[in-house]
T-cell receptor, first 113, second 111 residues
Framework: KAGVTQTPRYLIKTRGQQVTLSCSPI?????VSWYQQTPGQGLQFLFEYFSETQRNKGNFPGRFSGRQFSNSRSEMNVSTLELGDSALYLC????????????FGPGTRLTVL | QQQVKQSPQSLIVQKGGIPIINCAYENTAFDYFPWYQQFPGKGPALLIA?????SEKKEGRFTISFNKSAKQFSLHIMDSQPGDSATYFC??????????FGEGTQLTVNP
């Protein structure tokens, strides 16, 4: 069974640009969550999508947005990039309830120059 | 109230030692406490999880102890091995809500 895949794995952007990250969940999983990981900050929750609807949202500015498609694949977009957006962005998929195991992808390493 | 406080931030033990990672939470709605393990270059993976109706859960060399009244829980790794070197996250979760991760503990087990 294929795991969670994220593309691209590495990305370098400059301030002010925008970026789109992609996540393909495990087949059959309907929930996709996104996290930002930075040293010393742990995993900061961005948002969760379930059946194409945003179900939970973290405390990030509106520059961070996402969506989920009918095949459960998800994209995350960050507009007007800032230096502080440099981080590892992780996507996790699950069957859908809080108590289901979340399966994480390897992440996309975003560097903003 | 959503936070999960985790300590220590980093931990170094010798092979065979018993590292202990502690976590505390404030949100009384939390009723699910998983631990995730992350190796360098990989995403986190579920290690072990506990519900508040039990005070201890053991899976292999990994044990979670849970103190509901103190709102604290901890992870013990028995007979630690160099392959256990990783970052460990404690997590709190409540039905219908997103998971809240602790800040992480970087564990190094020296040979």
């Amino acid at each position: 069974k294929a795991g969670v895949t994220q593309t691209p794995r590495y990305l370098i952007k400059t301030r002010g640009q925008q970026v789109t990250l992609s996540c393909s969940p495990i087949s059959g999983h309907r929930s996709v969550s996104w996290y930002q990981q930075t040293p010393g900050q742990g995993l900061q929750f961005l948002f969760e999508y379930f059946s194409e609807t945003q179900r939970n949202k973290g405390n990030f500015p509106g520059r961070f947005s996402g969506r989920q498609f009918s095949n459960s694949r998800s994209e995350m977009n960050v507009s007007t990039l800032e230096l502080g957006d440099s981080a590892l962005y992780l996507c996790a998929s699950s069957w859908g309830t809080t108590y289901n195991e979340q399966f994480f992808g390897p992440g996309t390493r975003l560097t903003v120059l | 109230q959503q936070q999960v406080k985790q300590s220590p931030q980093s931990l170094i033990v010798q092979k065979g030692g018993i590292p202990i990672i502690n976590c505390a939470y404030e949100n009384t709605a939390f009723d699910y406490f998983p631990w995730y393990q992350q190796f360098p270059g990989k995403g986190p993976a579920l290690l072990i999880a506990i519900r508040p109706d039990v005070s201890e859960k053991k899976e292999g060399r990994f044990t979670i102890s849970f103190n509901k009244s103190a709102k604290q829980f901890s992870l013990h790794i028995m007979d630690s091995q160099p392959g256990d070197s990783a970052t460990y996250f404690c997590v709190g979760g409540a039905s219908g809500s997103r998971l809240t991760f602790g800040e992480g503990t970087q564990l190094t087990v020296n040979p």
